[in-house]
Nanobody, 122 residues
Framework: QVQLVESGGGLVQAGGSLRLSCAAS????????MGWFRQAPGKEREFVVA????????KYADSVKGRFTISRDNAKNTVNLQMNSLKPEDTAVYYC???????????????WGQGTQVTVSS
């Protein structure tokens, strides 16, 4: 079992940047594929990005491709999400997730953090 804690959310103007971090504990971090999802008010949770166990493979949602970058440090048990050129439509609660396969589907991830709010003002 793994526990996940996100940090780094906040309020930023459109065009700005934020860096989210997710700290893992309780299990061997490198066993897990890591993902970020987000959920805006009144909308379903949606896939943002995933990274493989070793960090050598990533997949991005089309909506964030070229603006967001995921990375992981297995020695520090952390995964980060660098978000640049933020848009108001990026406003959501962002969740870190851990699972066994790299997937666009939230059901593939067994462990979730509590989420961190990202608000982008226009």
């Amino acid at each position: 079992q793994v526990q996940l804690v996100e940090s780094g959310g906040g309020l930023v103007q459109a065009g700005g940047s934020l860096r989210l971090s997710c700290a893992a504990s309780g299990s061997t971090f490198s066993w897990y594929v890591m993902g970020w999802f987000r959920q805006a008010p009144g909308k379903e949770r949606e896939f943002v990005v995933a990274i493989s166990r070793s960090g050598d493979s990533t997949k991005y949602a089309d909506s964030v491709k070229g603006r967001f970058t995921i990375s992981r440090d297995n020695a520090k048990n952390t995964v980060n999400l660098q978000m640049n050129s933020l848009k108001p439509e990026d406003t959501a609660v962002y969740y870190c997730a851990a699972g066994g396969v790299s997937s666009y589907y939230s059901k593939s991830y067994a462990y979730w953090g509590q989420g961190t709010q990202v608000t982008v003002s226009s």
